[in-house]
């Protein structure tokens, strides 16, 4: 079986600050995504990249970069913290319509 | 414009006891209907999915669901629980390849 990994596990930032997300899995999936996940709000896609490279944007993209280096690895930067930002970022892969899920990034904003 | 409904947020049981959440989806074309598990503080876990055919599909642990074009749900039952059971469950629709659109979520809590 493969695993998907995220670093790091907990992100403080100040307000205004960049901020990356990294995301690694051995799945050999082409297919990842990043999802974000707010208390009360369920989960909403902010980007997913189906190949090396390329870039998709989700229903929440806006304040968000991401990048595709290789296969196996897929970052989202928050370009610019939001103060009192409280959320889970969750990396995700797939070969097919089945997702795997990563354990997440949690971050707090100051 | 998919968009997923769960109407219970929260659903509390006891051991042993059946259970069915609600999944109510809008979407125009194909897609596939799928639902995830999240124990506290973890990522998300496959339970099962429905594409086409038989529209009672088996996901792990026990847990079914079954969709309705109709009705267009899709929802999930459990004849039996168990307290590990306890957990928030999320319904999501998606086109194929594309990123998925869940439902807020409804938490299971079970007590002995």
């Known amino acids: 079986g493969g695993i998907i990994t995220q670093t790091p596990k907990f992100l403080i930032g100040q307000e205004g600050q960049k901020l990356t997300l990294k995301c690694q899995q051995n799945f050999n999936h082409d297919t990842m995504y990043w999802y974000r996940q707010d208390s009360g709000k369920g989960l909403r896609l902010i980007y997913y990249?189906?190949?090396?490279?390329?870039?998709q944007k989700g229903d929440l993209s806006e304040g968000y970069d991401a990048s595709r280096e290789k296969k196996s690895s897929f970052s989202l930067t928050v370009t610019s913290a939001q103060k009192n930002e409280m959320a889970v970022f969750l990396c995700?892969?797939?070969?097919?319509?089945?997702?795997?899920f990563g354990p997440g990034t949690r971050l707090t904003v100051l | 414009t998919q968009t997923v409904s769960q109407s219970d947020a929260h659903v509390t049981v006891f051991e042993g006891d059946s259970v069915e959440l609600r999944c109510n989806y809008s979407y125009g074309g194909s897609i596939y209907l799928s639902w995830y598990i999240q124990h506290h503080g973890r990522g998300l876990q496959f339970l099962l999915k429905y594409y086409s055919g038989n529209p009672v599909v088996q996901g792990v642990n026990g847990f079914e669901a079954e969709f309705s074009k109709s009705d267009s749900s899709f929802h999930l039952r459990k004849a039996s629980v168990h307290w590990s059971d306890s957990a928030v469950y999320f319904c999501?629709?998606?086109?194929?390849?594309?990123?998925?659109?869940f439902g807020l979520g409804t938490r299971v809590s079970v007590f002995p």
């Open positions: 995700a892969s797939t070969q097919g319509d089945e997702q795997y």
């Open positions: 999501a629709v998606s086109a194929f390849a594309q990123g998925l659109t």
């Open positions: 990249s189906i190949t090396e490279n390329d870039l």
